[in-house]
Antibody, heavy 119, light 107 residues
Framework: QVQLQESGPGLVRPSETLSLTCTVS????????WAWIRQPPGMGLEWISY???????KQNPSLKGRVTVSADSSKNQISLNLNSVSAADTAMYYC?????????????WGQGTLVSVSS | EIVMTQSPATLSVSPGERATLSCRAS??????LAWYQQKPGQAPRLLIY???TRATGTPARFSVSGSGTEFTLTISSLQSEDFAVYYC?????????FGGGTKVEIK
């Protein structure tokens, strides 16, 4: 059974870069799409970006090009970098898998990691 | 961007009663719709995909009707473990978008 675990600093200063890692266990990252999704406290869900192990990526235009995602097959990890953060980026950040271009529902999800942006 | 609108925002239901949740898309998403359940302090869990296909482990009391722009998630007889927030998500077009959620609470 595939399991996902997000990790990274819980506090980031404004204008700096948020960096998170998603470690996948119980299966390979190869052949699947891996997404980042966030949820501000008490609010709804926002898709951020995805990456396929072959390097294909896409990001939500709402993030205005601030997102970089990467995949490391040797470590079975997916990474997210979000630059120039502000308080509006404070959220629970989740990684999740989807199967393919016609099957873009998310399953499973990691437990999430809370990131606060504050000086 | 396809805007997903869920209603009501909060639904108060007694255990054993039926709950009906609505999800509306700003343009047709065909059957490319998923539903998730989120309990406090937990990540969302996939319930339904392709508009009406139950994910592994989703009880039969969860059903969905609709296609295009109007979808309804029905929980036929609410159990204690069903009180949660429910989100719909379209995957017909980029960016992938979610509705604002419906909280199902105990009446």
């Amino acid at each position: 059974q595939v399991q996902l675990q997000e990790s990274g600093p819980g506090l980031v200063r404004p204008s700096e870069t948020l960096s998170l890692t998603c470690t996948v266990s119980g299966g390979s990252i190869s052949g699947y799409y891996w997404a980042w999704i966030r949820q501000p406290p008490g609010m709804g869900l926002e898709w951020i970006s995805y990456i396929h192990q072959d390097g294909e990526t896409k990001q939500n235009p709402s993030l205005k090009g601030r997102v970089t995602v990467s995949a490391d097959s040797s470590k079975n990890q997916i990474s997210l970098n979000l630059n120039s953060v502000s308080a509006a980026d404070t959220a629970m950040y989740y990684c999740a898998r989807f199967i393919g271009s016609g099957s873009r529902w998310f399953d499973p999800w990691g437990q999430g990691t809370l990131v606060s942006v504050s000086s | 961007e396809i805007v997903m609108t869920q209603s009501p925002a909060t639904l108060s239901v007694s255990p054993g009663e039926r709950a009906t949740l609505s999800c509306r898309a700003s343009q047709s998403v065909s059957s490319r719709l998923a539903w998730y359940q989120q309990k406090p302090g937990q990540a969302p869990r996939l319930l339904i995909y392709d508009a009406s296909t139950r994910a592994t482990g989703t009880p039969a009391r969860f059903s969905v009707s609709g296609s295009g722009t109007e979808f309804t998630l029905t929980i036929s007889s609410l159990q204690s473990e069903d009180f949660a927030v429910y989100y719909c998500q379209q995957y017909d077009d980029w960016p992938l978008t979610f509705g604002g959620g419906t909280k199902v609470e105990i009446k």
